[in-house]
């Protein structure tokens, strides 16, 4: 009797003191967390050209990526954001006319602008005036 006694009352010891021990918490937080093995996405550049040369416009992007835009309507022009950030040289190319202009461009989003594209006497010239 004593025997039963005594592990009685031993096991409402450990009862009593397994209920103040912190049960762990499997719920899911209310507040979102990011995943911070996820890298956020580069903000993307989009390329806005003015075509006054009354033909097709190649634009070349050089540079750490490559890109090449092609416009053949005349007035101004905006392309999706595809461009990704860093520095490229620019290649303007004019099917109406000869030669070809050049630009160095850093990129880090939003619209890249390039000056007005005008043919001046079947040569590219990058002043509109």
Request: glycine fraction near 8%.
């Amino acid at each position: 009797m004593k025997t039963l006694r005594c592990f009685t009352i031993l096991l409402l010891a450990v009862l009593v003191v397994s209920s103040w021990v912190p049960v762990p918490a499997y719920a899911k937080s209310s507040i979102d967390t990011p995943n911070t093995s996820v890298l956020p996405k580069p903000s993307l550049g989009r390329l806005r050209v003015t075509n006054r040369t009354g033909g097709v416009v190649y634009i070349r992007f050089s540079g750490r990526r490559s890109y090449t835009f092609l416009t053949a309507g005349q007035g101004k022009t905006t392309f999706e954001s595809v461009i990704h950030p860093g520095r490229y040289k620019v290649t303007v190319t004019a099917l109406a006319c000869r030669g070809h202009v050049e630009y160095k461009r850093y990129v880090i989003g939003g619209v890249v602008s390039l000056p007005p594209i005008v043919c001046r006497g079947k040569r590219l010239n990058n002043n509109p005036d």
